[in-house]
């Protein structure tokens, strides 16, 4: 595999199965080098996989004449006769619209000509309305008055009164921004506000059965942005209702909300309280819809966390996906006794569970197999799409397998290898550290182009789940909360000393690079051992308290950690790798994006300034405009030229041959 490789690989995603089970909906990504974007498109593959059909058409080229560009969140009509989605295409109103197509073929039509920020819509059982999420814009509202021209050259002042007031990409948030529920009647347009509430975030719109309720998620504490208590919400379907509360715990009741077949239960996702949220394992709960009982978790003696529940067609179970272990695989809960079944025993990562008719699909992909969309039949994946599969035949790759390790704390840590492509046994190779983000996160049998770009460079790649990781039960998982770059190092090296022990990595070769919390992660490895060679740290920082208020995270240090002036030798000790950073001799690139407000730029230019400071080899990459997540193709490749180069500089690209067997009949001394 080769940098040109890097975008010719399409992302499949979101399937949506049709009324009567026999076609699946989705969305293919591309990378359109031209206009160095990455444009989304509608396909819709059938049941048995014999007809794959492309529906939209996005941007070909830099100069889009027609303005249709991506298209995406595919929904059936409950006819199964048309085909919804949203996509922002010049027409009645700016921004993205629901726009509806027959799904025998034929030109998509304009439905909602909504003002603001459209950002999820579901269909009522009878077609008749639509149940929209939408959020003031009030940039876009007022570029679209008289002399709005003129207006988009005088900017205005921000005014900031909230608690938590930025967000990534969402930017600086006002007060009066709040995403709300609106009924869009089909043949009049007529839109009508669904709930009487209008200060709270309200999200996760699911239609009842009978189309005569609608259940949602929203957090109504007296100021939401300093807790993150959701509840789940039942409102009738009509303008200006009363909600009614259905769940009362303090923490996140959230979606993937779900109703049962019969419409008396709702399923949703219980994450954990306040002080521990970073480190949740979403646990699946169920309360009745009219709110006689209190809720119930079914998965409360499952240590692992489950997504995107799905009712059985009988209502007696729920499938989900199990997150456990470096995979992450479809299973059904028993409503009754919370037993969880696993459907996929082979290794990888399941995504988009979608069930309808008796009929599942979801995206699946593993360490050879880029994600496609399968069918689940009685725990057998059966592959309907092969947008990939001709690069994958192509290309040569790494093998990945298991590696495990025990830390002197006995703790056991596990991880993944993977070895450069045709890698010799006996060969001792350069071992790339490659650290994940998170911390609530782990690496997966998934089919990831950085382990494979870096295998191809030479590279023996070494992904750990160190402690704090999820996947390995809910103790493992906030064992570092409030104790960050302790525990994580331990398991890094001792992972780390197990490659070398095999004989699979050459000591003198190592580097270690990391984004988001992996870039964290490394400033605290560098900080903690001389042994690297080399290290790049993206979207990291060395110093938390320069981040208090300056990232989204306030509420996780005010309740994590505590507020600076109140723990500040606790944020001194937490930000070693600054205060201590003449420990550092480590060559270290940096990396961030100016528009990151996750982890902000100003976390590596510390860093970057304080080994300049030291004489440290060191460089700074900033890439204008870019998010916590990449989104400018030629930014993504441009970071993988500069990480290459940068290990290659510090000489870590060769691997050590295994020393030549002796001739027949000779022994080998000691050494050879």
Known sequence: MALSDLFRFQNVGYPEVSPDGQWIAYTVSVVNTTADKRTTDLWMVSWDGTQDVRLTWGSDSAEDANGQGSSSSPRWSPDGKYLSFMADRPGKAKGDQVWVMDRRGGEAHQLTDVKGHLSAYAWSPDATKLVLAIAPDEDAEANQKPGADKEKEKPKPIVIDRYHFKEDVEGYLRDNEHTQLWLFDVATHKLDKLTTDTKFDEQEAVWSPDGTEIAYVSNHDADPDRSINTDVWVVDAKPHSTPRQLTHYDGPDEGHIAWSPDGKWIAFLRGDPLKLWQYSENKLGIVPADGSAPARIVTADFDRAVSGPQWSPDGKSIQVVAEDDRNEYPATVDVATGAVHREVSTDGVAEGLNERDGHTALVWTSDTQPGEIYALDDGTLRKLTHHNDAVVAEIQLGETRDISAKTPDGTDVHGLITMPPGAQVGTKYPLLLHIHGGPNGQDEHE???????????????????????????????????????????EDLMACVDEVIKEGLVDPDKMGVMGWSYGGILTDYTIASTNRFKAASSGAGTGDPVAFYGVDEYILQYDNEIGPPWKETQKYIELGYPFFHADRIHTPTLYMGGTSDMNVPLVGGEQMYEALRSLNVPTELIVYPGQFHGFTRPSFILDRYQRWFAWFDKWELGKATPAPPSPPAGVTAKPGM
């Open 447 to 489: 089919f990831s182009v950085d382990r494979q770009l870096f295998a191809a460079h030479g590279y023996a790649v070494l992904n750990v789940n160190y402690r704090g990781s999820s996947g390995r039960g809910s103790v493992y998982q906030k064992a570092i909360a409030g104790n960050w770059g302790h525990l994580e190092i």
